[in-house]
């Protein structure tokens, strides 16, 4: 689609920065550069894509596909910095004749998993499936694999562990029940079509050296802010034996770096 994209608005002689080149900075980039305004993007890693390039199995996404809408946002006369510092002075970018600045940085922060036991073999989700995307061969997670959580980051991680060698079973170990899953119906269809074990209902608690991922069994009640029926802890547990597990319960954005660039930040971490 869309490879004759050109520029046909008039030329403005404004310059606008989009801190980030994941899917929402380069949208930006894309529709800022077709209203006219001069668009220089500037990115921590070595290449564009954020999450698509750097954390999303390529199971799920042919690389030939990203690089094509890069190529048409490059194309377009984007100006693209790659391998900046982290540290932004919007004030730096406003004094270099930056007149708008949009903030694209993802969300790249884990929510930590409060796990007891003296088990430490427990992995993040965004560290495991970038490690997934670049060295298949690095990860040693052993024969049996939980993974902590509901969403898509849950279903491909389960996925990808299952893809690697020397696994044999992969649990999803989730608190609610599927339909209050917030992960792509298709994709945890998939995963189970592969192998993968869901376990509803149930609260990982700790894990032990002996690989007992003791878990406390849940009800649901009534709904609660997300309008979803709230997990409710019963006086009952469950022990399912793993040698690790992967924690996909939630990422968020880098509040630290939004109050540098000068944002109010709220009690959630949002602007
Ligand atoms: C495993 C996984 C599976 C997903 N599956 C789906 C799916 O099936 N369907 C769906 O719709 N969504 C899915 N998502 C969500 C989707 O990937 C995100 O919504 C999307 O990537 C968000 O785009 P973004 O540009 O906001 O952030 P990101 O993709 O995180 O990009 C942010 C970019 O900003 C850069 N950056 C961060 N800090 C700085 C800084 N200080 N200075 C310069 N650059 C910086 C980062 O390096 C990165 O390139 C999935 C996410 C994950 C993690």
């Known amino acids: ?45 070595d290449s564009p894509g954020g999450v698509i390039t750097y954390v999303l199995p390529n199971f799920r996404i042919p690389a030939s596909a990203i690089e094509k809408d890069i190529s048409i ?8 910095k790659f391998g900046v510092s982290e540290e932004f ?12 600045i949009f903030i694209g940085i993802g969300a790249e922060v884990s929510r930590k998993l409060q796990l007891t036991g003296d088990n430490n073999n427990v992995y993040e989700t965004l560290d495991f499936l970038r490690s997934f995307n670049k060295d298949l061969g690095v990860l040693n997670i052993g024969r049996r694999v939980a993974v902590i959580g509901g969403g898509n980051t849950a279903v491909d991680s ?37 192998g993968v074990i869901f376990k509803p209902l149930l609260l990982p608690e700790s894990f032990s050296k002996t690989g007992i991922l003791k878990c406390r069994k849940m009800t649901l009640g009534t709904p609660d802010s997300s309008g979803r029926r709230r997990p409710v802890p019963t006086e009952e547990t469950e022990e399912i034996t793993v040698d690790s597990v992967i924690s996909a319960i939630g990422e968020y954005t880098d509040s630290k770096f939004l109050s540098v660039c000068g944002l109010k930040i709220e009690k959630n971490n949002r602007p």
């Open 1 to 45: 689609y869309d490879t004759k994209s050109s520029v046909t608005a008039e030329q403005l002689d404004v310059k606008v920065a989009v801190i980030g080149a994941g899917p929402a900075g380069l949208s930006a980039a894309y529709f800022l550069v077709k209203a006219g305004f001069k668009v220089t993007v500037f990115e921590k890693q």
């Open 73 to 80: 946002i490059k194309a377009l006369g984007v100006d693209f």
């Open 89 to 100: 002075s919007i004030n730096d970018l406003n004094n270099k004749g930056y007149k708008y």
């Open 158 to 194: 389960a996925r990808s562990a299952l893809r690697i060698d020397g696994v044999e079973k992969v649990f999803i170990i989730y608190r609610r029940t599927e339909d209050e899953m917030p992960a792509d119906k298709e994709e945890y269809e998939r995963a189970l079509e592969e």
